[in-house]
């Protein structure tokens, strides 16, 4: 998730030692990078705060009924999609496999994207915080 193409804004901040190693359990707990971590705690909060950040739309490029992965397993994926002579744009949707409490659940990587209809699936497996996953 942390593809340097998928983002374009660089934010960087200075933080003292014991913060960063705070930052990386709490990741390391949720399942995450750091980054992905820090993302959605800002995110989180300014939603909380009523700052809500538009989200922009993920597009996965599907032809002949199935989504491109011209480099294995990597599908071919944008926020601004324009028109590709390999196939066509369809959204991307993240779902998770059931619902999640963060209390209970852990969130673990997706799955590969699936076509489902007129839209592309990014399923996220939702599983009991057990040892066995930690």
């Known amino acids: ?10 934010v960087q ?15 390391r707990r949720r399942c995450q990078s750091k980054s992905d971590y820090i993302r959605q705690t800002l995110i989180d909060r300014l939603q909380t705060d009523g ?8 597009y996965a490029l599907v032809a002949n009924g199935s989504v491109m ?20 744009w369809f959204p991307i949707e993240n779902e998770d496999s059931q619902p999640f409490d963060p209390v209970l659940h852990w969130r673990l990587k997706p799955l590969p994207l699936r076509l489902d ?15 066995e996953y930690a």
């Open 1 to 10: 998730m942390d593809e340097p193409a998928a983002f374009e804004q660089l």
């Open 117 to 131: 209809g007129e839209r592309v699936v990014r399923v996220y497996p939702v599983v009991p915080k057990t040892m």
């Open 51 to 58: 700052a809500s950040p538009a989200a922009e739309q993920q």
């Open 69 to 88: 992965l011209p480099r294995g397993d990597d599908p071919v994926t944008t926020f601004r999609p324009t028109p590709d002579d390999r196939g066509e």
């Open 13 to 27: 901040f200075r933080a003292p030692t014991n913060l960063s190693e705070a930052i990386e359990r709490a990741a």
